[in-house]
Each structure stands twice: as structure tokens, then as C-alpha cells.
């Protein structure tokens, strides 16, 4: 695979590209908005101010002792590295406390979905079957092929687990009454991501950072004291290290005393020129604290570096240049999300030979598919959600699930399908939806009255692959201070994105795992629940008329909730 | 002042030279061995070696992900900041454990040593005078004209801090004999440093990667498990913090309940474009994770940025663009050792303002003036160190500070300064020597056979500005492999530093500080030590044939000892 963008490495969201690609260029602004405003309201501060330029120099320089950097790939030498620092909010966000304890107090509810999603092949293919069977060199395909070839070698690990991430935005129903600040406001799910999940280590300094930024402020009597109370910790680097040590015991519990006394790993499978080493390696540093050996291992290096040991399937890791193999008891995946990584049989084959292996999955492939847009649309339709979560949520909670769902339609044949068709095909209609193909992460999103002309482009036969979704809108407007590298220093209005982090750990019943499984709430597979813990947040802010929550294209920042 | 090299920033070293400077160019290496020698030693690492790139990556990553960086000052826009990588030792290097636990023993008595002569002011001019005399227009006639001034004003504050580093090499006297790793071994001080330490932080991440570094190998089955006992932690920060937390909380308690109700601060008065932040930035943090609010002010700024605040003398610092002012508790000095910070009437302002004030200085400016190398020369000299350190140390104790004293002469016209000029110019014997300018700090050292032509340049009447110090003579070859920015991979025998941080905080009596002490041992001025901690480590390594450890000409390097 080549060198990923910027944004590729940040945010997991752009590589996932069905073609033909959107236009090249800067992500459009929200349609009533021209970018040349954007522009023109990021500049760099003012020289006569002094007191933001001691602010900037803060943040710059936290950052640079904290580790919230990028790796500026293109310029490693064999012996050199280079950074620079991510873009961050100059202020903690006001956002709504009964909204943030609403997303955490959710995730528990979340997690258990996806996970009972997750485990229900049945029900998955009925959602995804179209789409495989449309594109059969696709990347659903080529998921769906590595899941039958491991299910038909016979499934030899019954335990799975997850790092979860779920992401919500403010909504007000009625964009003009939000757009003054009033009607109905709710907490609206943008989506769900399940692989290689990202921004954990840099919400975590951003917590510390902010913390820091308004001590000195209620220090300079500027702010009152009690303000530091609305600004919260995090933990969640610390949080995954735990979850993910506690899944490498559980897999060292579950081998004979003979077997334990071999060196065994947590594998970190990575994509190659990564800027983002802020999101892996400090896992990889809190593993080896925990006393649990950590590689990491380059996708297109698995087959060379891993083998998988006959009858039982363990999985095998040699590092480079070592002649020692350790025995992999978590694959925790950080690639294998981007079609071009399939685009060869070697990409095939890399994730059967994780897949088939004994080694825990962080996740297994099910869970990976579980988080296409088709999947988010198809919990959406009535009951649905609430047929997963029957039995295992009180109805209390299944509603607070269901409400945090937007109106969400597929682009297919069905009667639901050609409502969204004919929306879609409008440019008055399409203006409130926003249009994103059915792959997991975010990006690479269509917004607004660019629908109907893209479509027009992509033709018929392939809009099974996209969603429509009703546009989340922000109900008041809050001012903000962006710094970033490209765009330099944005005042103006913003919004931003509340994303809980979740660690799950399941096993399903033996011999269950990944066979069929029954259709219909009533005969639900069994999986028994190991952990559900909710671990962090994340919290990304951008200027509000831009519709992409991009870090790395300028717009969105690393940011923290100012609690109201 | 312009914008310092990064030699300046990092190694505190090449600051303070003397008309005429030294030859320009790389530092001399070892006369036995040519520069070219070195340089082809210098590689980038074999492409063919992965075991070895991958360690590379783990350590750059380490160091991006926990601030071991240098920010790229020249580079650093309004918004953007930059940074690279520190150099490094690849691997922890062997150092006797039975020197180590030594010099950590020492410590104790090398702080009270130095508190002692630093509130001897007396003593301090009979070795210092002949300099202030000669150079009217030289630093430590601007330090003592400074001391004199603040002396005059009468003294506010008796009580005083000092974060100190002694550092050591290892030395065996048969520079031969030791070559082939024969000959009495001891402990050797290279120079004791009292104003702005350096390397607190980066020596802490170095400790945690070295760590990190080896469960690799034990977890490879290439080291021991036991390996890891030889290895230290390091915590200078947290101590760091600690020693001026306790500070401010000294200069808060000496005030009255209605003085405390204001807000007060530590004053960290910095250098402009300091390349080096990990040195200071880490310490504000921590202040601030303790309540204790800290604020940087550029030297250059103090006269525009404070102000004495008239009777008590309070120091009150007003950030740029801040309404607040902040009463000054403790002034922490990371400027004002650079003769070019003299170089106009502000300099010297700027330092009485800070001196003068109430504010507990962190250190005061004879614990300054007493880092000087003409005082470490007379401490040498028969029985003076221990007429310092007599009632307060076990005559063990002295002996053992004074086992650590190299030879070294003045160059005055003293009989051993005759003795000294003979050796400095004769090519053979001043082989063996080392001169130093008679400053604080390291750096700007002339070595062996370069002295009689460097002297010869510098004009005799000068000659009393540097002290003759016998080279000390590491006993072992040791292999290493240290990782730099500008040499790219050096392979070969090394030799490493030791520094060991203390903490000391004292209390003169009342009406005393400052004032003419007795001469002589037996009316020593009665200084009470409130504080005296040994906090942590420092640990560089460079080629052996290179004489200077400057860490940013691409010799030194950060390391961390492995104790045998």
C-alpha cells in the first residue's frame, strides 16, 4: 500500500473510497456558506496580541512535551524524526452535561448492540448480502469471503472484543428555530466504529492540556474557580492498555501450563507510513508497563512475519531480525480497513490468516462488518435495535438507543429505498441529508445539494452501496478559536462531535462461534457478555459551516467538553 | 539576545567565552585520533539489518510520543511548531554500580559544600577578585557588582534554593594501563552546576525507553531477565517539582494571612528561542498539577514584565496581556548566565530587580557565582573543602568529596600557577590537560595539545581567566551505539557521564544573608540546611575519542547507566 494522506492516518476515514471518487479538492462547506468565507476568517493571530500569542505558544509547547504530534513521514530519515503538532480548540467547547452523562450512560446499551449485531451472521448478510453479491471484488466482498473461509475451517476462538467508539452531535429538528437556539434538542448518533479506533491518546492530552489552559486563567482572575469542575479527565489510553491486557490474559488462561511458558504477544497489526503513532504506539508503551509484550507488525508484512501452527491455529509472530516467535494471543487491528489493503489476494490472505487463528481478535471480522452504514441503517427500521437488545437492556434503555438514531434510508429498491431515491435525485430535498457509502468509519461523505449531481455520476446500479441520512443540525451557535496547521487561526462559530469510547469482551457458546446463527429476536445467538466498560471520550470541534469533521484537513480539532 | 544555537539551549555550555574564542569548526577530537577517523565511523544504519531499523523507529516513536524533542525554533510560524528527535544511546551503557551508588552518596555533601562556600562571601571574592578586578566589563564583575548592590540594599529574604548537578566521570590514572582496562579506577567530578540544570526531563523519557527498550530483548530471549535490576528509574521532574513546591510554600508561610489571600506564582525567567523546552516546560506543568501556578518570563522582558513593589520589596510579575499581577515567590533562573544577557545596562537591571526582590531565588547569585571554575580549583587546593564542610560532615565524608577532586591548577602567578603555565605550554606535557575558562557551566573547553598554541593567542594578562584541569582518563573501552541528528549512527567505544541532581534548600541567619562572613574555618557563616535531596540522574554518553559531551554537536547523547 502507498503512503497514507494525512487524514487517512488520523482519522481512518477517507480510504475507504467506492468509485468513482467525490470531486478532488478542499471538502465542501455547508452548502450556504462559500469556502472563500472560510478563508477569510482564518488568518494568523494578531501580532498585537499578546496574550494570544502566549496562549498559542502554551498549546504549542504542551503539546510538543506531551506527545500530541503528527509524524511528518516524508521527512524520516534512516536516523531522524520530525513532528508537528495536531490541531487542537484554543477553548474547551460548551456542551451540555445532561447530553454527555445521556452518551456515556449509553454506551453500555451500544456496546451490547453491536455486539449481539455482531454475532448474528444471519441477519448481518440479510443487511449486507446485497452489496457482496453486487460487487463481488468489493471490500464487503472480500470481508465477507474471509469470514466464510475461516467459518468453514471451523471457528477454534470463542472469544472476541472490542474497542468501540460511539459518535454523537447536538440536533435540533428545526434547523432555523436551532440556528437561534431554540426547539426540541436531542443527542443524534453520527456513527458507530469498531476498527482500529481512533484519537484516544490525543482526547487524553487534550484533557490535561485544557485543565492546565484554565487553571492559569482562573489564576489570572479572568475565570472563576469553579469552572475547573466542568472540564473533565480522561483516561482512555490507560483504559484500552487494561482491556487489552485483560484480553491477553484471557487467552493465556485459556492454554495448558506447558503452553503458558512460551513468549506470547498482543500483535498490533499497523498500515506502514503512519502519522498518527500518537494513536498506537502509547498502547504499545502502557502494554509493555503492564508487563504484556506488544509488536507491531506492518499489514503487507503479516504473511512474512506470521504463521499460523497446524491443528490448533495458534498464531505465530516473529519480529524482525529476531529468532525468537511469540505466540499471539490478541491481534488488535489498526489496518485491514482500506480497500486497497484487498486489492491483491496477498491482502486475502493476510486477514485469513489472522482470522483463522486461535488468537483473540480485537475485532473478529463480524464485528469489523458490523459497522457499515447498511448495518446502522437496517438498526434503524423499527424494532430492529430493540430485537438485539431484547432481554439484555430494560425498555428504558432500548428507547434511549432508539433515540439517538437520525432518519436513515438505504438507496435500494425497496419502498424505503425509492423515498430516499426520490430525495436524493432533488436538490430542494436533498439539502437537509447527507449521503455516505455503506463502508464503516466516516468520510468521504456527500453533503447536501451535491447529492443528486454525484449520484447522477455514479449510476443506478451501484446505489445499493450508499446511504442517505438526515443532516445532524446543531442547535445553537457557539463561538470558537481553532488552531491549525494548515488553516492557521479560525474564530467563528462552531460545532463539535462527542465520541464514547467502550471495551467489550464476549465469548460466545462453544462451537457457536461464527456459524449460523437463528433470524428473528426470538433465537438470538447467546453470547455472554464478559466486559462492557465505557473507557473515555473523545470530542472534535470545526467551524460550523463546514459539513467534514476532518482533523487533518484544518477544520476539525482535538477539543474538550465545557460541561453546562 | 539573539537567538542562541542549540548548543546553547540544550547543553547550557558554549555560552560564556572569553575573547578570543576558540577555533571555529567541529571540536577537536582526541589527539590521538583524526576527525576522519570518526566520521567514518558515522553511518547511516545498514538497510540490510531490519532488527536494527526497527529499533531505530521504537526509539524515535518513544521519543515523539513522550516529548524527547527539540522544537525547531528557526521553523516554528504563529501557529505551527515543529520538532526533532534528541540523540540518543541505542543502548543502556555498563557503569560500575558501586561508583553509581557513590555519587548518589555524595550528593549530600557536594550540596552542603557548595551552600556553605555560596554564603561565604568572603571567601568567594579572595578566589573570584583577581577576575572581577581584571575584567571590569566582564560577567562575574557584572554578577558581583550585582551581588554588591542587593548587599547594599540590605538583604529581604534569608532563605534560598538551588537545584544542583555534579557530574562525574570515571578515571584511572595510567591513561594506558586504563586503555587495556587496568590501573585504580575512581570517581572523578567534571564541574558542579547551580543555575539552570539541564536535562532533567530528557533523562527521566530516557530511563522509561531504555526500559522499555530491554523487555524487548528479555521478551526476545536476547538479555536476562534480570537484566532489568540493572537498570534505574528516574523521577527529576516530580523531585524537581517537589523542591519548588516546597519553596513557594516557604515564601507563602513567611507572609501574613492577608498577604496570602493574592495571587502568587514561581517566575521562570527563560531565554528567547530556546530550543530545549522539554528542559523547563515539563517543570511548569508539573507546578500546576500541584496548584502552584508558574509563569515563564523571557529574559529580555523581566524589566518590562515585573516590578518591585516598594518597603518589602515584593517581585510582582504581570503576564503579557494579563490584568493580574503575581506576587513572586520563588524566581527560578533558566537565563542570565550569558555574558551577552550583560552585555547593556538592562542586563544588569534585570538581574538586580530579581536579586533584590523579596522572592526566594532559585539559586541567589553567590550560589551562582560559586559554580565558577576557579572556585572548584581552590576547593581542590589542601584542606579547603574540608574546612567547609568540617562540623557538618563525617571526616569520611570529606574524604570521600575530596577523592572525586581531579588535579587542577590556576594559571595565575601563584607557585602552582607557575607550575600550571609551564605544563600549558609544553606541547607534551599539556597533553594530559584540559583548560577551562573560569565560568559556570561546561563547554568551551581547550584540550591537550592544542593549549600552548590557544594561550599563546590569548595574551598572558589573561591567562588568570582559565584553570588547568588534569583530563580524566575513562579506565574501560566500551562498545556502544548512539544515534544522533547530524553524525547519523556511531558504532565504537564510548565513554559516559554521570550527573547527580540535587534539591538544597538553606536559611541564613537573620541580617546575616549576604553579609561579610568570617574568613577562615572556624567562623564559617552558621547557614541552616531546610532541604538537602538527592532527586535523580542525568546520563551521557559520546564516542570516546571526542573530548567535548556537548549532546547537540552530534556527540553526546542521552543514557542511561546499567549498573554493574
Not at 508484512?301 to 505465530?316: H, P
Not at 449510476?459 to 488552531?483: C, D, F, N, Q, V
Not at 479560525?490 to 456459524?515: C, I, T
Request: aromatic fraction near 8%; proline fraction near 7%.
Amino acid at each position: 500500500m502507498d503512503e497514507p494522506s494525512l487524514e487517512e492516518a488520523l482519522d481512518r476515514t477517507s480510504v475507504n473510497v467506492p468509485a468513482p471518487a467525490p470531486p478532488a479538492g478542499p471538502p465542501r462547506g455547508h452548502a450556504r456558506v462559500q469556502d472563500e468565507d472560510y478563508a477569510s476568517r482564518s488568518s494568523e493571530p494578531d501580532p498585537e496580541d499578546p496574550k494570544l500569542a502566549r496562549l498559542i505558544a502554551d498549546v504549542r509547547d504542551y503539546q510538543l512535551t506531551h506527545g500530541s504530534l503528527l509524524k511528518l513521514v516524508r521527512y524520516v530519515t534512516p536516523t531522524q524524526t520530525s513532528a508537528a503538532s495536531v490541531n487542537v480548540s484554543l477553548y474547551p467547547t460548551p456542551f451540555p452535561g445532561k447530553f454527555y452523562r445521556g452518551a456515556v450512560a449509553l454506551q453500555h446499551s451500544m456496546n451490547q448492540l453491536y455486539v449481539r449485531v455482531a454475532n448474528d451472521e444471519d441477519w448481518l448478510y440479510s443487511v449486507l448480502g446485497p452489496q457482496i453479491q453486487g460487487d463481488p471484488e468489493g471490500l464487503t466482498s472480500s470481508l465477507w469471503d474471509v469470514h466464510v473461509k475461516c467459518r468453514e475451517a471451523g471457528v477454534v476462538q470463542d472469544v472476541g472484543c472490542g474497542v468501540f467508539r460511539s459518535d454523537y452531535m447536538l440536533h435540533a429538528e428545526d434547523e432555523e428555530a436551532a440556528l437561534s437556539g431554540g426547539g426540541m434538542i436531542t443527542l443524534k448518533q453520527v456513527e458507530m466504529n469498531h476498527l482500529s479506533v481512533a484519537g484516544a491518546y490525543h482526547a487524553d492530552n487534550v484533557a490535561g492540556m485544557h485543565r492546565y489552559l484554565l487553571q492559569k486563567r482562573i489564576a489570572e482572575r479572568t475565570e472563576d474557580p469553579m469552572e475547573l469542575r466542568r472540564l473533565l479527565p480522561n483516561t482512555n489510553t490507560a483504559s484500552l492498555v487494561t482491556g487489552l491486557t485483560r484480553a491477553h490474559r484471557v487467552y493465556r488462561e485459556q492454554e495448558s501450563p506447558h503452553d503458558r511458558e512460551g513468549p506470547s504477544c498482543i500483535l498490533m497489526v499497523v498500515q506502514p507510513f503512519n502519522f498518527n503513532i500518537a494513536d498506537e504506539r502509547p498502547i504499545e508503551h502502557g502494554l509493555w508497563d503492564e508487563d504484556v509484550p506488544c509488536y507491531r507488525c506492518e499489514w503487507r508484512s503479516v504473511l512474512m512475519q506470521c504463521r499460523l501452527a497446524d491443528g490448533e491455529r495458534k498464531l505465530y509472530f516473529r519480529p524482525e531480525g529476531s529468532g525468537t516467535e511469540f505466540e499471539v494471543s490478541v491481534t488488535y487491528y489498526r489496518a485491514g480497513y482500506d480497500p486497497r489493503e484487498y486489492a491483491d489476494n496477498n491482502g486475502r490472505e493476510t486477514r485469513v490468516l489472522l482470522e483463522m487463528s486461535r488468537a483473540i481478535k480485537c475485532p473478529d471480522i463480524l464485528t469489523h462488518l458490523a459497522t457499515f452504514k447498511s448495518v446502522q441503517q437496517a438498526l434503524a427500521e423499527p424494532d430492529v435495535a430493540e430485537g438485539f437488545l431484547a432481554g439484555h437492556t430494560t425498555e428504558q434503555q432500548q428507547s434511549a438507543v432508539r433515540g439517538t438514531f437520525m432518519h436513515i434510508l438505504p438507496l435500494d429498491t425497496s419502498p424505503a429505498g425509492m423515498e430516499a431515491r426520490r430525495i436524493a435525485a432533488d436538490l430542494e430535498l436533498s439539502d437537509a441529508y447527507v449521503l455516505k457509502p455503506n463502508l464503516e468509519g466516516g468520510g468521504h461523505n456527500i453533503y447536501r445539494d451535491d447529492i443528486p449531481g454525484f449520484l447522477a455520476n455514479v449510476g443506478e446500479e451501484r446505489w445499493h452501496e450508499y446511504i442517505l441520512m438526515k443532516m445532524i443540525t446543531p442547535p445553537t451557535s457557539t463561538a470558537g478559536m481553532l488552531l491549525t496547521a494548515e488553516e492557521g487561526l479560525y474564530h467563528g462559530d462552531v460545532v463539535s462531535e462527542l465520541g464514547v469510547l467502550g471495551f467489550v469482551m464476549w465469548k460466545r457458546p462453544r462451537g457457536s462461534a461464527g456459524k449460523i446463527c437463528g433470524k428473528g429476536k426470538d433465537v438470538r445467538p447467546d453470547v455472554e457478555i464478559l466486559e462492557n466498560e465505557t473507557v473515555g471520550w473523545t470530542f472534535k470541534t470545526k467551524p460550523r459551516d463546514v459539513d467534514d469533521m476532518s482533523v487533518v484537513k484544518g477544520y476539525g480539532c482535538f477539543d474538550c467538553p465545557l460541561l453546562s
